[in-house]
DNA sequence: TGTTAACCGAGACGGTACGTCGCGTCTTTCT
DNA sequence: AGAAAGACGCGACGTACCGTCTCGGTTAACA
């Protein structure tokens, strides 16, 4: 993302080895992400993918296979910045940040049209599906801590399935996405982490 | 159907000249629903659909302005026949008896198939999205007498959010076959419903 | 025309229709004539031509076996009125008329492309083609009449090939037409009936 | 750059690696020429052009934008090699080989069915009619030496009509081919050779 | 510093599927 | 009964995009 200096000026380190090879890389993937927030997944061929990068196909077809792996290898990218999953200091808090924050990824014009491409290029191809899942566990994983850290402070019983919260709370979000269209807000991202939190709370 | 005498309706004085045009459209999209079923959307082609109904390619364009559409009118009559939505007599047995259906016609591989299918469908257009966002959130609302009758019992209060309530029930079993593709098995239908119906209830 | 009897229930010797059955005809051939003349061959369909003679296509089709059928039939009977082939007293006046007067017919916009549609219907089977020609021998033989004439004059001698003259007069005409695209008009005319006339008178 | 033999040393030097697209153009047209020779234009499809070429239907449209162009292009390359136009010393000579060459061009069974082909590609779009007529007016044009010759020696007197000449002597032959179906044989090139030949010279 | 191997641009190609058009046939319905 | 209405079978058309292949020209690493 962010250089301190973009080198196009400078050629002191302009001489990497990690040089064209992987301004080309960088280039495709972020042109693919572009289009898959603006136009989707359906509307996103490789040839514009191409074309947006200043590059040729043929570049494409050399480093990917094909347009689902490309398209995965973007998402994984975009991916890796995120998800900051704050200590607010108790569990319902912790749920309704994580609710907000998965909210704002998913609700936005572009984000919604990025989530919904993710979910049509693993219709592709089963190997790409499989690949796609484990990506998704890793990353819903992540929030187990939320749950891990309400255990320890004593809010939650030792043994709590933390999977099934998580779930819980990010579930809905999709499903309004991906099926019904209702629009997800920070009011919706509220009410749904207030229930699992209660539901999840002994007594 | 199960039916004791599949060609009646070739041979016998049964048989029913009158509807043509009825009996391919039906023939069309009962070929359309088995391929999505078995190979799902991507791999369903219109000529494969047509042959497998016996008839030609511009006859099913003749009706159906898209692949798109096709599957959505196909999708819609297969969702007809469906959701029991049962009286338990309590909100805990009436959401678990949910989950467990949601999980079920989702769970078992053709039922994973054709989900997929319908979800990589509503990726296409965006008139065929607004559209199946309809039907699932007609679909989604049929659910919501089960609050209604916790309501009446006096288990929820007055007020209460049965939209909410449902779509986490829901929510995480389409997570599962969406993102993660984690299991979708009886057990977890128990705990999510058990989840959200403690959630749910007051106090 | 007027009938004596209607004929409807009665079958009076001969079966004559001169009702209903007899207007249809009449309609859908006039239709073809006026679409072959305006759009051509390729860009009438039959569709069309039943549209605009406010008939069914089905109707066409129970006539007429083929689209090129129905074409050979509207040429027939718009070719009925015609060829006046007046005797001017001499073989070069004569020739003068008829280069003008096929000039005329095949040298407007609209006589151009009902030429061409003629032409190209023949193209599409055979036995059309077949008919075609001897239609177009018959019709041209007419103009025969012009030599023999000339040689009961005396202006040329007996056994004059009378075919080989006509010919000579119009196929410039078409080739014009079909060809070269080269204007068709009564200067062309002249010039092509005097060189053809010279040719053929003796000395 | 243009190298001094390539990949000659390659395989037997008699392969031409230069112009893999030439070559496909190359068989693409031949295919279509021979096709068009033998079938006709309607007859005629891409498809087949593309499978007799070797090659697949979706190269054929790459290059050509339909099927009229496809065949106005073949024509004008079957054209090329062509005319000999021999100086025989006479005028009539010149007009009687004329008169044989086209009519062998087009008094065969191949002949008068890719004659037939061309003219009905003609009549598939404006465009290509008006580019055909090009073609002819040029092609014919070319005889027109013949007139130039004749005039230089005297035979005919300066300021004669060559084209109207030409015309004379082609149109019967073109006329027999397209509407009245007549033989067209070595006999009937010369008697309207010698006709056009004798109305020609002053005299 | 020259050589060589990896990489890129350009462009055509095979192939699958899409959606369209118009011909001629067949069934159903209406009068 | 027979025509209107309307599907349907069928063959062909022309298009879009995927992923592959070949060729020629750069670029960059390495001997």
Redesign the interface.
């Known amino acids: 993302m962010s250089q301190t200096a973009p080198d196009e000026s400078v050629r002191v380190g302009e001489q990497r080895p990690g040089g064209r090879a992987a301004r080309v890389r960088a280039g495709v993937l972020a042109a693919t992400t572009e289009l898959l927030n603006t136009v ?3 509307r996103t061929s490789i040839e514009d993918v191409a074309a947006r990068a200043g590059v040729h196909k043929t570049t494409v077809y050399r480093r990917w296979d094909s347009k689902a792996e490309l398209v995965a290898d973007a998402v994984r990218l975009d991916a890796e910045q995120a998800v900051p999953m704050d200590d607010t200091g108790t569990l319902a808090g912790d749920l309704q940040a994580l609710a907000h924050n998965v909210a704002a990824s998913v609700g936005s014009a572009e984000g919604a049209t990025r989530s ?2 993710i ?2 290029a693993s ?2 191809s089963d190997e790409l ?2 690949e ?2 484990a990506f ?2 890793e990353r ?1 994983g992540l929030a187990e801590v939320i749950v891990e850290r309400a255990v320890e402070r004593g809010e939650l019983p030792v043994g709590t ?1 933390a ?3 998580i ?2 709370v ?7 996405l ?5 629009p997800i807000d920070a009011d919706f991202a509220d ?2 982490s207030a ?6 709370m002994p007594g």
């Not at 990010?170 to 309004?176: A, E, T």
């Not at 991906?178 to 209702?182: C, R, S």
Request: glycine letters at 10%; proline letters at 2%.
């Open positions: 989707g997944y359906e919904r491409s979910v049509a219709t592709h599906m499989v796609m899942h998704w566990a819903l399935d999977n099934l919260i779930e819980a990010v579930g809905p979000i999709w499903l309004r991906l099926l019904t269209g209702e009410r749904i229930l699992v939190a209660a539901g999840a």
